[in-house]
């Protein structure tokens, strides 16, 4: 079945560097959409990306719908420590509400 | 306003018992979505309810695993004759609605179910 591929599995950082994970996929998306995940909570959308080669904004971060629709990035700025999570990709293989999740990224972002 | 609600937000129970775990979602919305979370994993999706019928049950592992949602409100994900292998973070949540691979989901914050 179709899979998502999260790059890197996770990272070390200093508060005030940029950040940047990427998703790619073994077939087409149509809609691209970036969670976030605290420890024992659900997760929350960050960003929702709707057409190929779409940039989107939201505060420090910027996710960028690849051309091929086969992947995605998205990029944090100036991390804070309150940036700490897992981040996961996830998109829709139909035109229905069932999601596909990737296996996550997780930040740790040290003071 | 409430969010998506999960109760109970643990469970322990034995091998080879019944577990019933319920999802009350955002007042008005008409999808809800069960999902699976292991350890160090992405959420794999289980069911999707549209109003009071399961519009998407290709998730669910085997016929142990069964939920239903008769008002087209609240949902209970039921699972017959628990395996030490059903031990996870069960999500749920609900969107407006209509608009299928567009519409947003709102998680709740999970129930996480052990078998011993």
């Known amino acids: 079945g179709q899979q998502l591929n999260q790059s890197p599995q996770s990272m070390f950082i200093q508060e005030g560097e940029d950040v940047s994970m990427n998703c790619t996929s073994s077939s087409i998306f149509n809609t691209w959409l970036w969670y976030k995940q605290d420890p024992g909570e659900g997760p929350v959308l960050l960003i929702a990306?709707?057409?190929?080669?779409e940039l989107t904004s939201n505060g420090r971060l910027t996710a960028q719908f690849g051309i091929t629709r086969k992947d995605s990035f998205l990029n944090i700025s100036a991390s804070i420590p309150s940036d700490v999570g897992i981040y996961f990709c996830a998109g829709p293989p139909s035109n229905t509400g069932k999601l596909i999740f990737g296996q996550g990224t997780t930040l740790q972002v040290k003071p | 306003g409430a969010g998506v609600s999960q109760t109970p937000s643990n469970k322990v129970t034995e091998k080879g018992k019944y577990v019933e775990l319920r999802c009350d979602p955002i007042?008005?919305?008409?999808?809800l979505y069960w999902y699976r979370q292991s350890l160090g994993q992405g959420p794999e999706f289980l069911i999707y309810?549209?109003?009071?019928?399961?519009?998407?049950d290709s998730g669910l592992p085997n016929d142990r695993f069964f939920a239903v949602r008769p008002e087209g409100s609240v949902s209970t994900l039921k699972i017959q004759r628990t395996e030490r292998g059903d031990s996870a973070v069960y999500l749920c949540?609900?969107?407006?609605?209509?608009?299928?691979?567009?519409?947003?989901?709102?998680f709740g914050p999970g129930t996480r179910l052990t078998v011993l």
């Open positions: 007042s008005g919305h008409t999808a």
């Open positions: 990306l709707y057409k190929a080669g």
């Open positions: 309810f549209q109003g009071t019928g399961a519009a998407d």
């Open positions: 949540a609900s969107s407006p609605g209509g608009r299928g691979g567009t519409d947003t989901q709102y």
